[in-house]
């Protein structure tokens, strides 16, 4: 008997060994596959691969110019607000490699620079990434429902809370006042041009939340639902929004108990070139 539990003892060690390395493998391969991809089709920005990535030192190649390089004489008379990222997507080598591109997000100074997609269902791409590799980590994708040129009065977006830190992980860090006020925009890039994203509320809630609210019966409807927004935020924003206003709304997984959602809302201003 003693034997037949050391014998045990050491498949489960073996089993779960195995299984914390094939998950630091799908994280390293996450990590890469997008990092190649920002490298490949994003450019204007500091290519270094995010710091949760585990890609080998490699190497720094020549940088295009960084957004404060790139600025013409009459963007100093441009409010900080009405300025763009910066940088520049090419959505015609993102085709090439999956035609369901729909955006690109990037947050300044955080390892959110990701591209996005619509598929058919809200499943397919939870566990494969834009290549349409299997991986855990995914990748960020529009709801279904939604409206591919990001027209709908609420934008829905999906992406996993990676234990590294990748994909979303990071916007359960707008619980914290701090976090916001160093992070108050990010960008949404679209083939047809860019918007500013205003961040204006940041809140745990269910999985079956009325964040995730797509249609609205009309114009008092939706600015209900706007200013509720507001009161649940843990952080302040000091923005006021009209019906007018469209949405993008991004999701992740929250551990603070069973299907908790961390959902973080922002406005979509157009950058005028």
């Not at 619509?118 to 566990?127: K, P, T, V």
């Amino acid at each position: 008997m003693l034997n037949l539990g050391i014998a045990l003892c050491g498949i489960c060690v073996v089993y779960f060994a195995a299984q914390i390395l094939h998950t630091w493998l799908e994280y390293r391969r996450g990590g890469e596959t997008y990092g190649a991809l920002s490298e490949l089709a994003v450019t204007g920005q500091e290519q270094d691969l995010p710091v949760c990535t585990t890609t080998p030192a490699q190497e720094e190649p020549a940088s295009p110019p960084r957004m404060e390089e790139q600025l013409r004489p009459d963007d100093f008379l441009r409010p900080l607000e009405a300025r763009g990222s910066g940088i520049s997507v090419n959505f015609d080598v993102l085709r090439g490699i999956n035609s369901e591109i729909v955006g690109w997000l990037y947050s300044p100074d955080t390892v959110i620079d990701y591209p996005i997609v619509q598929g058919s269902d809200n499943q397919y791409y939870l566990n494969r990434m834009f290549d349409g590799t299997r991986n855990s980590a995914g990748t960020l994708f529009l709801d279904y429902r939604g409206l591919a040129d990001w027209s709908g009065e609420n934008n829905v977006v999906y992406g996993h809370h990676m234990k590294n830190g990748s994909m979303l992980a990071s916007i359960e860090k707008y619980a914290e006042q701090e976090y916001y006020d160093a992070h108050p925009v990010m960008y949404l890039i679209v083939p047809e041009g860019e918007y500013r994203v205003e961040l204006f509320a940041g809140y745990t809630a269910p999985a079956d939340s009325d964040a995730y609210a797509m249609a609205f019966s009309g114009a008092e409807d939706y600015q209900a639902w706007l200013a509720a927004r507001l009161e649940k935020s843990d952080f302040d924003a000091g923005i006021s929004l009209t019906p007018e206003d469209k949405v993008i709304t991004l999701s992740t997984c929250a551990y603070v108990y069973q299907d908790a959602r961390y959902v973080l809302h922002g406005r979509l201003t157009p950058v005028e070139n």
